[in-house]
């Protein structure tokens, strides 16, 4: 069974923290920037949060992939509840090949489920040979570039990360979240080194792969509340382009 099995309600009900909205999606979305009419691949797409954004932000067409057979059911049962036209699959992302290539392919917090070079590498095929010429990848991910050193204890954002105080190859990250009601639940997640993502990025054929700074929502300018958040990101976003 996957992790994400057991824990796809609370993982689901997490998107309700207020840092997914002003942080992580409004981060996505202003690197992601006009994708009306695009044809979009959403590797790792959970219960379909970014599946949806995508599709009414105006993509022509969504396809979310996801491991976990219980995030698909999510994902399938809010299509059904309010249909958007998304389609969801369930299969690996690492093996995943569409049909036809598409415009865009995003990943939030896939490449981080990969433990070794070579499956951070495997993500990184699968989700170039998606693209066609010049297409785009973007995403967010696990922020490998400022490990936690220890546990980071964020209780104000229902947020805690432990790693070894000095984390090697393919070590684990627990993430810890307290979502709005107070249910609490974990999962793990892996430690590569920025370079290791930097190498993948370039053997697997991308050009332009670029660490992207989280970017706070306009709304939020001047609030105090986010300053740890933002001074010490537990999270990070990046970008990179198929070659034309
Ligand atoms: C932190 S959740 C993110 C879900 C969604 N992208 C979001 O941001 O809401 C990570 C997701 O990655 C999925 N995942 C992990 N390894 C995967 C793989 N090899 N192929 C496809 N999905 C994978 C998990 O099942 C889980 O749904």
């Given at each position: 069974?996957?992790?994400?099995?057991?824990?796809?309600?609370?993982?689901?009900?997490?998107?309700?923290?207020?840092?997914?909205?002003?942080?992580?999606?409004?981060?996505?979305?202003?690197?992601?920037?006009?994708?009306?009419?695009?044809?979009?691949?959403?590797?790792?797409?959970?219960?379909?949060?970014?599946?949806?954004?995508?599709?009414?932000?105006?993509?022509?067409?969504?396809?979310?992939?996801?491991?976990?057979?219980?995030?698909?059911?999510?994902?399938?049962?809010?299509?059904?509840?309010?249909?958007?036209?998304?389609?969801?699959?369930?299969?690996?992302?690492?093996?995943?090949?569409?049909?036809?290539?598409?415009?865009?392919?995003?990943?939030?917090?896939?490449?981080?489920?990969?433990?070794?070079?070579?499956?951070l590498l495997r993500f990184c095929q699968a989700c170039h040979d998606a693209l066609r010429p010049g297409g785009r990848f973007a995403g967010v991910n696990d922020n490998v570039r400022n490990p936690p050193a220890g546990t980071l204890s964020w209780k104000k954002y229902g947020l805690q990360k432990s790693c070894p105080p000095r984390p090697k190859e393919g070590d684990v990250i627990l993430y810890s979240i307290t979502n709005q009601d107070g249910q609490r639940f974990e999962f793990e997640n892996y430690y590569l080194e920025p370079r290791t993502y930097e190498r993948a990025f370039r053997d697997a054929g991308f050009q332009d792969f670029r660490w992207v700074e989280l970017s706070l929502h306009p709304s939020q300018h001047g609030n105090p509340f986010w300053d740890d958040f933002m001074a010490s990101p537990p999270i990070t976003a990046f970008t990179a382009s198929r070659p034309a």
């Open positions: 069974m996957n992790q994400y099995d057991t824990i796809a309600d609370a993982y689901r009900d997490s998107k309700q923290l207020p840092f997914r909205e002003v942080i992580e999606r409004y981060t996505l979305f202003r690197i992601l920037r006009d994708i009306r009419g695009a044809k979009v691949l959403d590797m790792a797409c959970g219960d379909g949060f970014y599946t949806r954004l995508l599709k009414q932000a105006g993509a022509a067409q969504v396809t979310g992939v996801d491991i976990s057979i219980e995030m698909i059911r999510l994902a399938e049962q809010e299509e059904r509840r309010n249909p958007l036209g998304c389609t969801y699959l369930h299969g690996d992302a690492a093996a995943f090949e569409p049909a036809e290539p598409v415009d865009l392919v995003v990943a939030t917090y896939l490449l981080n489920y990969a433990r070794t070079r070579e499956q």
